[in-house]
């Protein structure tokens, strides 16, 4: 509200012109709605387990701090392969949007019986 009436104030002023000032206040609405969309809880981990599904064993379990995850990912993008993915029913860049938009949970359950593995990614 506090930035609204700034915005006010600078067009009574006549630093900006009232056109200006729409697309301020447009722009203040999109970021209003970008923190309607934020968990309140803060995502600290993407977590990645891979369990031999024959033996139950734990072959990977593997924590990435969140503040890295952005980064990694698009990384991770131009080496893996999106057909593996998409073989699996996995979208890659439908994964980066969860984690972008602040998915919580489990965002990934793979039964992978050709390689006998079970792999599981969730954010907490």
Do not use: C, Q
């Not at 000032?21 to 722009?27: G, N, R």
């Not at 979208?91 to 019986?113: M, P």
């Amino acid at each position: 509200m506090e930035e609204r009436l700034r915005i006010l104030k600078m067009v009574e002023e006549k630093k900006i012109t009232a056109e200006e000032a729409a697309e301020l206040l447009k722009a203040l609405e999109v970021e209003e709605e970008k923190e309607i969309r934020r968990p309140h809880r803060r995502i600290r981990w993407l977590k990645i387990r891979v369990t031999d599904m024959n033996t139950n064993k734990v072959k990977v379990n593997l924590s990435i701090p969140y503040s890295l995850l952005s980064w990694g990912m698009r990384i991770a993008g131009r080496f893996t392969p999106s057909d593996i993915l998409e073989e699996h029913g996995i979208n890659f860049n439908d994964l980066l949007k969860a984690i972008e938009e602040g998915e919580t949970g489990k965002i990934v359950d793979v039964y992978d019986k050709e390689d006998g593995e079970h792999v599981e990614i969730s954010l907490e």
